[in-house]
């Protein structure tokens, strides 16, 4: 599968910049998701890569092959992309089986691809299977009802299954009545003999010819595989259309109508469709939205194992984070059309690049508290915190805030600088939904209405702490009083809500004590994680740990 990259790539309408200059590397075999809030862009992305969108500027590069770039005039259609899309509503016909939608696309390919000798192999199919005279037996057996019934569609099915067959090659090894012989072992030695007598004759019409079969029945000439424009043959459609089935196992339902199934087993063929043929890359957009609870939670494990069992690269949009934190390999988070952080899960849930990232990531949401401070002689940074609490925040690792801060702006002077330049060039406009640093929430017992409120004079000794509700911890030696102002038991841990003065934090506490609102207990903010923000451009420090 290949690597997709994409450069500098912008879609607007009008003023409106609906994806602002975002440039992405998405490797071979990877699974990425694209997050973030309702009309962020994360769709737009998505379609612009699969060709359903026509980006404003920029390039899209799909392996070794330049799919679109603005400057060069090149924009290649969607369906000579070798993409598959799976959308929100899985858009199955009605009027078709499960077998008939899977094959839909299938029957309308006419392309160049390699010359397969379909008798052998179906030939060689065969002869796999009857290379165990006792196992087909067996496998047909087990398709007896309690009355001792044979229900044949079921044996085809089994055998597809267990053979990686087609329905053609299944009802051929059925009819040959293996499982009949009164001496299993010796019918099938006898049949095995006569296919491999045929694949033999086969192979040997082709080496007169100075051609010869690779391991996929492909005609090779001169060391290469010969190819034609053609269309995919029954076999070819019916095999393809049994390994997708089996991938996602709906191999049962193939006669059924989309009204007869669950919203799972329509999503398994939703999936299985887009599977058929053989994408480079396989798109899904929000695919679960539809499901319950419940039946999203299987999903989301069927689609772990079908990236890995595929090999392809998935590229999924969700705003739903804890799909996005299960499933991806690297998340992609986007908000106002702007990409916010591109790393792997783990890292962008602790290490998030901003307090947009660090609120939108994690649930129960982040803990964020307004210091006030400066750094002292010994790299810490001394803080008022929660109504006049006296806190020290100890980095990680070494930290000279000027230097940080020289460089905060200087990356601020150059996203100016290229704004200048760009709106030089002949048809700019400027952006109409302008990017803002993020308004994080500070939980409060007497909320506020921040849209009365002046705005406050930010300076550079203006800070916010991140703290993670599992960084919270009721402990007899902590140095916080607090009083229980809410708590949600859910069994293995409680969400509380602690008071502090004026000030709300969210806790997560594992166990299953029962606490009572009201309770007064002592807390204490524990680990390496907690998180120190510039305020003035809401970007992270550093991480470190927080000492009262």
Sequence with gaps: MP???????TKRWG???GVDNVSLNIPNNSFITLLGPSGCGKTTILRMIAGLETPTEGKITIGDKVVFDSNAGINVPANKRRVGFLFQNYALWPNMTVYENIAFGLKNINEKMPVVDIEAKQTADMIRALQNGNKVKEIVEECRDKNGKLDENKAYVKLIDNYSLSIFTAKELYGLNIQGAQDVAAAAKSKLSEYEAKLSSIKEKYS??????????EVVKNGVVVEEVRKLSKEE??????ACSRIVKIGMFMDRYPAELSGGQQQRVAIARTLAPEPQVLFMDEPLSNLDAKLRLEMRYELQRLHVETGSTFVYVTHDQMEAMTLATRICLINNGVL?????????YNRPSNLFVADFVGNPSM???DGKGSQQADGSVSLDILGGIKARFVPNESLNLDEWRAQRDKEAEDKLELERQRLMKKGAVEKSNKDEVFK?????VEEEDDSIMDEPVITDEDFVI???????????NGKLDTTVYGAMPTGMESTLKLRIGEYLLTGVIFGGVIYKIGQEEKISINGNDILLFDRRSGKLICAGKLEM
Excluded: M, T, W
Excluded at 3 to 9: D, M, T
């Design 15 to 17: 003023k409106f910049f």
């Design 367 to 369: 803990n964020f508290v």
């Design 340 to 348: 916010q952080q591109y790393a792997a899960p783990l890292e962008v």
């Design 237 to 242: 459609i019916d095999s393809r259309v049994r």
């Design 3 to 9: 690597e997709i990259i994409l450069e500098n790539i």
């Design 208 to 217: 007169k010819d100075s051609k010869e079969l690779n391991d996929k029945f």
């Design 440 to 444: 994080y929430h500070i939980q409060k």
């Design 466 to 476: 991140g703290i993670r509700p599992e960084a919270i911890d009721i402990d007899p």
